[in-house]
């Protein structure tokens, strides 16, 4: 939850007002920008005949099994092998009717190489741990995979280099719901068109998510930044966390 508190009334025109209007859209770096509605409606519904590998790393966390089982239910061919962020784990998890065995940290550049030469056109899906995000990018960068990062957390800054040194294909968005995404790109685009709009106003932050989330939200961390850009301070350990069962 965002609030804003409006600073004591004066009558000296705000900034962007004696700025003027900013032209142009800046879409998140290695990120798509949001589709048209009409158009996402339209991806949610592959035709049958649609179908390519998806390596979905994660798989032992809640949003890696509902991606599997998503990717599945929509006809695509899930890779049995799956990458979690910590080690000697030694199981294996049913999503549908393909067995995925879990691999640890240590073995996912041969396993990955390997996955490569059997599918080459694989597209890996990353839901894994915070502290993996980098040492996971930067692999599939190295590999040439292209990947959608799902995952939170770790160097932002150094994963764009990653992807922009490697040329490599990626998405990387913090949030995956499509209202979310519309919302973020407006935010992106009012902090670019009226800098300053928010100036002298007070924010504050309350974040909700499950108890299993291991660190900020990175929709709020987008969010957060955009209403720096309008000219609202902040500092992001301010933000109150409240966790759901």
Request: glycine share 8%; net charge negative.
């Amino acid at each position: 939850m965002l609030s804003l508190r409006a600073p004591p009334r004066t009558f000296s025109p705000p900034p962007w007002r004696r700025l003027g209007r900013h032209g142009g859209f800046a879409a998140p770096r290695c990120a798509s920008a949001a589709a048209p509605a009409a158009t996402l409606e339209t991806a949610a519904s592959p035709p049958a005949s649609v179908s390519f590998p998806i390596l979905v790393n994660g798989c032992t966390g809640k949003m890696g099994v509902s991606v599997a089982e998503a990717a599945t239910s929509r006809g695509l061919h899930l890779v049995p092998v799956s990458f979690s962020s910590r080690e000697n784990l030694g199981k294996t998890i049913q999503i549908g009717d393909t067995e995925i065995e879990i691999y640890g940290p240590s073995s996912r550049e041969d396993v990955l190489s390997s996955v490569i030469d059997e599918f080459p056109d694989v597209v890996v899906v990353d839901y894994t741990a915070p502290d993996s995000v980098n040492s996971n990018a930067e692999l599939y960068c190295e590999l040439g995979v292209p990947f959608v990062m799902g995952t939170t957390g770790g160097d932002q800054q150094l994963l764009y280099k990653s992807v922009q040194d490697s040329n490599n294909y990626a998405l990387i968005s913090p949030q995956m719901g499509k209202q979310v995404v519309a919302f973020l790109a407006a935010m992106e685009t009012i902090a670019v068109q009226f800098p300053g709009a928010f100036s002298g106003y007070r924010l504050e932050v309350l974040e909700s998510h499950q108890a299993g989330k291991l660190d900020t939200s990175g929709t709020a961390k987008a969010v957060i930044a955009c209403f720096e850009k309008l000219g609202v301070s902040w500092d992001m350990d301010r933000v109150s966390l409240h966790f759901c069962v």
